[in-house]
Structure formats: C-alpha cells, structure tokens
T-cell receptor
Framework: EAQVTQNPRYLITVTGKKLTVTCSQN?????MSWYRQDPGLGLRQIYY???????DKGDVPEGYKVSRKEKRNFPLILESPSPNQTSLYFCASSSGTYANVLTFGAGSRLTVL | AQTVTQSQPEMSVQEAETVTLSCTYD???????LFWYKQPPSRQMILVIR??????QNATENRFSVNFQKAAKSFSLKISDSQLGDAAMYFC???????????????FGTGTLLAVQP
C-alpha cells in the first residue's frame, strides 16, 4: 500500500530533551515536507526537500532541523524542544510532476512540558 | 504572498441536507491549484477535491462539488446529501504550480469544523 509513515504517533516530552520524528514514504517521491497544525492557524510548512540532500526552510523553521540522506526518509529533529512546539505534525510527500497531489502521513501529536 | 481565508470557523447541517463551506484566497498568480481537505477525528488529511485554475469547469467528486470563481478568488465547497461521516474539519488550500523554482507547498486556511446533525 502506498503510504507515508510517521513515528511516533504520540509523544510527551520535556523541555530541552532532543527528539526525532521519523517519516518514511514508499512511493519513490522526490518531494517531502513537514507541516505543523495549530488551532486557529491551519497547517504551516516547516521544512521541505525537493530531493536527496536538497532541503530548505518553509514558513516556520525555527527550532527544527531536517535531513534527507535517503529518498524515502525525511526525519524532523527538535534539538531542544520548547512548549511552543507542542503541536500536531504532518509529513507529506509527492512526485515532482506539475499536477501531483500531496500524500499525508497520519500525524504525530507532540506535547512538550 | 498568497493567503487563504476560511471565514466560517464552524458550520452545522442536518443529515441529507446540503451545506456550502466558503473559502477565499489572494494571489497574483494566474495559474495555481486549489484543494479541499477533510480531517476527521482520526486526524488523517484526506483529499476531497482539486481544482486547476486554468480549468473553468467546476470540479465534482460524487456528493462534493466546488464553485470556483477565479475573478472573485472564491472557492467554495458544496456537500450534497450530507452524511454523518462527513462530520470533520475541512481545510481549503492553495498551491502554486511546479515550475520556476516553486515548491509543492500548500497554503492552508484555518479550517471549518462541520457538524452533521442526525
């Protein structure tokens, strides 16, 4: 089944404890991205990657890092999480064609205490 | 920069009735895509319908249809014969075309929470 898989789905952590949210897709998509969803703000893009070793900032990149060493994986790293990073996170991928559609993962609910 | 506005934070509809969710957007581009996504309580983002700006014909997917008014920059979603399973948060989203260094970034509205009354 074609899908985007995120882990963990739920995580409660404390301020300053580094964490990684993994994202993997099995569709050989070039493009991958991370969004965060907050009440009243909709979804906003954090980082994106157009292909292996090509990443760039989205609209809200502060406090996050990403890497794209393999085509299928695009982890989101929070080096020193803070409470304002408590959010619902989505990974998404798509092919590089003009008319493509984003496929979303199931979401990861992160709480930083 | 492009923006997407959903002015109805919450809507309610009776089962089997029709409801229309509003979305307006702002852009200086002439070519783009517009989307409606559904987010049920499971939180999964599910694509409902997609509209290409250069197509004048409104998109339709079964009970879901859009009213795309390019000049007015309006993109409303109509749900006919509403069902209990339609209860969800609905997001309108905009995307620039994939050329000239543009990305696949979606710009989302703030969402409309739809309740379906039995």
């Amino acid at each position: 089944e074609a899908q985007v898989t995120q882990n963990p789905r739920y995580l409660i952590t404390v301020t300053g404890k580094k964490l990684t949210v993994t994202c993997s897709q099995n569709m050989n998509h070039e493009y991958m991205s991370w969004y965060r969803q907050d009440p009243g703000l909709g979804l906003r893009q954090i980082y994106y990657s157009m292909n292996v070793e090509v990443t760039d900032k989205g609209d809200v990149p502060e406090g996050y890092k990403v890497s794209r060493k393999e085509k299928r994986n695009f982890p989101l790293i929070l080096e020193s999480p803070s409470p304002n990073q408590t959010s619902l996170y989505f990974c998404a991928s798509s092919s590089g064609t003009y008319a493509n559609v984003l496929t979303f993962g199931a979401g990861s609910r992160l709480t930083v205490l | 920069a492009q923006t997407v506005t959903q002015s109805q934070p919450e809507m309610s509809v009776q089962e089997a009735e029709t409801v229309t969710l509003s979305c307006t957007y702002d852009t200086s581009e002439s070519d783009y895509y517009l989307f409606w996504y559904k987010q049920p309580p499971s939180r999964q983002m599910i694509l409902v319908i997609r509209q290409e700006a250069y197509k004048q014909q409104n998109a339709t997917e079964n009970r879901f249809s859009v009213n795309f008014q390019k000049a007015a920059k309006s993109f409303s979603l109509k749900i006919s014969d509403s069902q209990l399973g339609d209860a969800a948060m609905y997001f309108c989203a905009y995307r620039s075309p994939n050329y000239g260094g543009a990305t696949n970034k979606l710009i989302f509205g703030t969402g409309t929470l739809l309740a379906v009354q039995p």
